[in-house]
């Protein structure tokens, strides 16, 4: 069974940092590129980063690059996405999402950035 849980999400202050976290079951982690989404009140969900199989290729929203980083543990069946300098605007909850087919998600997790 294919399980993906998100953690690390909470309040932070524009300008701060979280380290969020997705820890896979289910399926042959290494094999597949993984994704953070987003979606924010009233508002489409939308792709963040993704990471390939190996992390040897990444692609971000541009309105996150230089300031998010996504990796991946393909050891511990794990991938992170790092954001700092966040934004009111970041506000969100965060999903991770792997590529194998099936359309699999997280239960997501909040994250809000507000003083």
């Known amino acids: 069974q294919v399980q993906l849980v998100e953690s690390g999400g909470g309040l932070v202050q524009p300008g701060g940092s979280l380290r969020l976290s997705c820890a896979a079951s289910?399926?042959?982690?290494?094999?597949?590129?993984m994704s953070w989404y987003r979606q924010a009140p009233g508002k489409e969900r939308e792709l963040v980063a993704t990471?390939?199989?190996?992390?040897?290729?990444?692609n971000y929203l541009d309105s996150v690059k230089g300031r998010f980083t996504i990796s991946r543990d393909n050891a511990k069946n794990t991938v992170y996405l790092q954001m700092n300098s966040l934004k009111a605007e970041d506000t969100a909850v965060y999903y991770c999402?792997?590529?194998?087919?099936?359309?699999?998600w997280g239960q997501g997790t909040q994250v809000t950035v507000s003083s």
């Open positions: 990471v390939t199989s190996g992390g040897g290729g990444i």
């Open positions: 289910g399926f042959r982690f290494s094999r597949y590129a």
């Open positions: 999402k792997t590529a194998l087919s099936g359309g699999y």
